[in-house]
């Protein structure tokens, strides 16, 4: 008899290897061989190979990144989706095994026995136990196709997770630079308060001298009072973006420390490398592929409910009856039982559930497709955003050369007696928005440098560890 089950078991596990459902294959992508906006030639190196650390060379800001990294609470909620999933994994592939269960049970009874001229009662007094196995063979690889989309979703929430964690630094990145940017427009707006206060000063002077009227005065009180109100707005701009990067780096608001001066940051080489490894390195991209893997699975799952189940149930177990009744002593039980059930008629439900599947593996290659063209798109208009923002950089510089310059000739001309002090005056209002324009494209240079690190998928080859290794 086992000789015989053990037979009928090693047949039915080597059909098994027959599973339902197309295996997956990639989809056919056609990509362009150069990014737009691409300016050197292709080549195999790219900056997105690149850590972090090696990008963003503030030591400030690398801490700030590091702090984020370690504490931040989105990376925890992706972390323990991660878990989930495998703990879902776990589930999934304990069905490819036997399950054996256990029970016991025991009780009394009593029953009225009529005789003659009289009713008796008989007792017993029972208990039982016994274990038992259930397996379903997984003839048709309906269990398999469902460890596959299982561990698809595994390695779908790992790049999802590598997905928050870059976006997680160019976050951090990208406010950082925000911060001294506006550090630099807080020293700009404090030269330009000071001066109209010395503006202001002099036109007091000149009319309690009975030298000029009151006008003067107050127009310089109104410029001085604006710029005076410049100053506090970029105070309560400082102050908000601190508290942002506090919440990016898992703290309470507070205090940003800060490294190089936005004057003195540089911008790092940005070679782009080949158009085809935006596919490998994107963490968006590679966990569409997952889906796809996923769904692709599950059509398995579904081909598969056609088929019937076919398993192996077992039973083994003892009882022990006592009582003044007739039955008494112990005695066991087992069997050995095989199993089929299948589908004949369910009103349309498994052929609705494969249509569900197969539109769903649709969804999921338009979705893939989708992802590319976003990453392709977001890949150009950084590398459109750097050339363009190089060159007004140019020019605004050489614009506030020259408005520095005027300011110097107009003071040196009034020092002279050649020109009046509203000459002064107008030189300087000219020279602190053109500083102020000038810092701006100075953070939207390095704000594109983390864009198109971004958008390439910086710091793909570092997977889980993230953080900057010490020592």
């Given at each position: 008899?086992?000789?015989?089950?053990?037979?009928?078991?090693?047949?039915?596990?080597?059909?098994?290897?027959?599973?339902?459902?197309?295996?997956?294959?990639?989809?056919?992508?056609?990509?362009?061989?150069?990014?737009?906006?691409?300016?050197?030639?292709?080549?195999?190196?790219?900056?997105?190979?690149?850590?972090?650390?090696?990008?963003?060379?503030?030591?400030?800001?690398?801490?700030?990144?590091?702090?984020?990294l370690t504490n931040n609470n989105d990376l925890a909620i992706a972390a323990a989706r991660i878990e989930q999933a495998r703990a879902q994994l776990g589930v999934s592939r304990s069905e490819l095994y036997p399950q054996i269960g256990y029970g016991a049970d025991g009780g009394v009874q009593q029953t009225l026995a009529p005789t003659p001229g009289d009713v008796d009662t008989v007792g017993y007094a029972s208990i039982g136990s016994f274990f038992n196995a259930a397996w379903e063979l997984d003839i048709w690889g309906r269990v398999r196709r469902r460890n596959e989309a299982a561990q698809a979703n595994i390695f779908a929430q790992e790049e999802v997770r590598r997905g928050i964690m870059l976006s997680l630094v160019s976050d951090v990145a990208a406010g950082y630079f925000r911060l001294l940017r506006l550090d630099r427009e807080l020293a700009i707006a404090e030269e330009s308060s000071a001066t109209h206060k010395r503006t202001l000063d002099l036109f007091v002077l000149r009319f309690q001298g009975g030298r000029d009227s009151r006008l003067p005065s107050e127009?310089?009180?109104?410029?001085?009072?604006?710029?005076?109100?410049?100053?506090?707005?970029?105070?309560?701009?400082?102050?908000?973006?601190?508290?942002?990067?506090?919440?990016?780096?898992?703290?309470?608001?507070?205090?940003?420390?800060?490294?190089?001066?936005?004057?003195?940051q540089n911008l790092p080489q940005t070679p782009v490398g080949l158009t085809s490894d935006l596919l490998?390195?994107?963490?968006?991209?590679?966990?569409?592929?997952?889906?796809?893997?996923?769904?692709?699975a599950e059509v398995g799952v579904a081909v598969a409910n056609f088929y019937p189940h076919i398993g192996l149930s077992s039973l083994l177990g003892g009882?022990?009856?006592?009582?003044?009744?007739?039955?008494?002593?112990?005695?066991?039980?087992?069997?050995?039982?095989?199993?089929?059930?299948?589908?004949?008629?369910?009103?349309?439900?498994?052929?609705?559930?494969?249509?569900?599947?197969?539109a769903f593996w649709d969804e999921t290659?338009?979705?893939?497709?989708?992802?590319?063209?976003?990453?392709?798109?977001?890949?150009?208009?950084?590398?459109?955003?750097?050339?363009?923002?190089?060159?007004?950089?140019?020019?605004?510089?050489?614009?506030?050369?020259?408005?520095?310059?005027?300011?110097?000739?107009?003071?040196?001309?009034?020092?002279?007696?050649?020109?009046?002090?509203f000459e002064v005056i107008e030189a300087e209002q000219q020279l602190f928005p053109a500083e102020d324009e000038l810092a701006q494209v100075q953070q939207a240079q390095l704000a594109e440098t983390v864009n198109l690190y971004k958008a390439l998928g910086g710091g793909w080859q570092l997977q889980d560890n993230w953080v900057r290794p010490t020592g």
């Open positions: 008899m086992k000789t015989k089950l053990m037979a009928v078991t090693l047949a039915a596990l080597s059909v098994g290897a027959c599973t339902m459902g197309p295996d997956y294959a990639r989809p056919q992508i056609s990509q362009p061989d150069a990014f737009r906006a691409q300016i050197t030639p292709a080549e195999a190196s790219s900056f997105a190979d690149l850590p972090w650390w090696d990008v963003f060379n503030d030591p400030a800001l690398q801490a700030l990144i590091t702090e984020a127009r310089a009180r109104a410029s001085y009072e604006s710029s005076t109100a410049r100053v506090a707005d970029v105070h309560q701009q400082i102050a908000q973006q601190e508290n942002a990067l506090s919440t990016l780096t898992g703290g309470y608001p507070h205090d940003i420390q800060r490294g190089n001066p936005l004057t003195a490998r390195r994107r963490p968006d991209i590679r966990r569409a592929e997952q889906e796809m893997i996923r769904a692709n009882f022990h009856v006592d009582g003044d009744g007739n039955i008494g002593g112990s005695f066991g039980v087992w069997n050995i039982l095989g199993n089929l059930a299948g589908p004949l008629f369910t009103g349309g439900r498994l052929e609705s559930i494969y249509d569900e599947r197969r290659v338009a979705q893939y497709r989708q992802t590319i063209l976003v990453a392709f798109r977001e890949t150009s208009d950084a590398l459109v955003a750097q050339q363009r923002l190089a060159e007004r950089r140019r020019a605004l510089e050489a614009e506030v050369a020259a408005r520095r310059a005027a300011v110097e000739l107009a003071n040196l001309r009034y020092r002279d007696g050649r020109a009046t002090y």
